[in-house]
């Protein structure tokens, strides 16, 4: 490429610096407000050539700059974040948007880039249903809790578990109206307000997330294929794991989920054998309830989701299923290759 860039991302500015390599001149500056149109416009510089690459970290923002590279016929390489610092070695100064841009550029241009996956864009739609769909179940829960948390505070009876599912929400009405206080009773009908909002929109995602898995190949063919792992489970696997030579083997896939079990290391604070707890929540979540699935006398592979369980605990025994998925769904998907991501 004749002209090589880095941009660091952040909300208020997009700070770039590029080099071209024929003249040696270095480009340096801002564009700002950080967004589509003020992109649009500083690319135009570049408009009819097709020898210019930037590169960006993968971090909130990447999409719409990427696409805007894209558009403008400019190729654009998202870079791991961790992996980009650890190749910026220990710092000697200061920190800087400016030094960022400039070790994206000098990284892009030794070809020593750490790059990411770009899904397509029919991919990145489903992760971002899918993660919606992740904080609304959230939402939920958190809601539910706060109606427990009312009842016990003002020494109510307790409602047990599933008080909203087995009685329903007129019956928590009416036992809040006769045990709480004013101020009690309005925030339990806050909250049962916000469950019922909560619960029409995870209903009407939760139809798209469907359609969207019945038209994705790879997520028809892993719910199929794989015990406990349905629609949605399926979907999560497909738009994570999915694509050409993602992983070389499917140990990486479980760290990348981030399932396996830390170990000590000397610059780490926290205890080892725990999980880091880093990569995707929408998949880990999803995975570890599939592995659950075992738990049921009819499954494939009850008897070791047994023989865990009462060696360790059940949330163990899960774990350890949910890391089989994750491998048989990276063989599977493996298989399949790009046409897993491709529409029916």
């Given at each position: ?13 997009l ?15 801002q ?8 992109l649009r ?8 050539r ?12 990447w ?47 030794e ?23 992740n ?6 829960t958190a ?5 427990h ?6 020494g ?6 599933g ?15 006769a ?24 209903e009407?995602?939760?139809r798209?997330?469907l359609?969207a ?13 794989i ?21 070389s ?7 990348f ?18 999980l ?52 048989q ?16």
């Amino acid at each position: 490429m004749t002209i090589v860039g880095g941009v660091d991302i952040h909300r208020k500015q997009l700070t770039f610096d590029y080099l071209d390599t024929v003249t040696g001149q270095v480009v340096r500056g801002q564009v700002a407000p950080a967004d589509r149109e003020h992109l649009r416009g500083w690319l135009a510089r570049f408009a009819g050539r097709d020898d210019v690459a930037f590169a960006m970290e993968g971090c909130t923002g990447w999409r719409y700059v990427a696409e805007e590279l894209a558009a403008a016929g400019v190729a654009a390489h998202v870079a791991e974040p961790a992996d980009t610092a650890f190749a910026r070695g220990r710092k000697r100064h200061a920190k800087t948007d400016r030094t960022d841009a400039r070790h994206l550029r000098q990284l892009l241009a030794e070809g020593r880039l750490p790059e990411c996956w770009v899904p397509p864009a029919q991919v990145m739609e489903c992760r971002a249903l899918l993660e919606l769909y992740n904080d609304l179940r959230r939402e939920h829960t958190a809601w539910t809790q706060r109606i427990h948390a009312v009842f016990f505070h003002q020494g109510a009876p307790r409602l047990g578990e599933g008080a909203l599912r087995t009685q329903g929400p007129e019956l928590v009405r009416a036992a809040s109206a006769a045990h709480l206080s004013a101020a009690g009773r309005l925030q339990v009908t806050t909250a049962l307000d916000m469950l019922a909002c909560i619960e029409a929109r995870q209903e009407a995602l939760r139809r798209q997330l469907l359609h969207a898995a019945r038209h994705l190949p790879g997520a028809k063919v892993l719910a199929e294929r794989i015990y406990g792992v349905g629609p949605v489970t399926a979907l999560a696997l497909a738009c994570w794991l999915g694509g050409a030579g993602r992983f070389s083997s499917s140990r990486k896939a479980v760290r990348f989920a981030d399932l396996d079990i830390t170990v000590w290391s000397s610059d780490r604070k926290g205890p080892p054998g725990r999980l880091s707890r880093q990569g995707p929540p929408v998949l880990r979540w999803t995975v570890y309830e599939a592995g659950k699935t075992h738990a049921r006398s009819s499954a494939p592979d009850h008897a070791y989701y047994a023989a865990v369980a009462d060696r360790k605990n059940a949330k163990r025994a899960a774990l350890s299923e949910a890391r089989k998925i994750i491998r048989q769904a990276c063989h599977i998907l493996a298989e399949l290759g790009d046409d897993a991501l491709t529409a029916a």
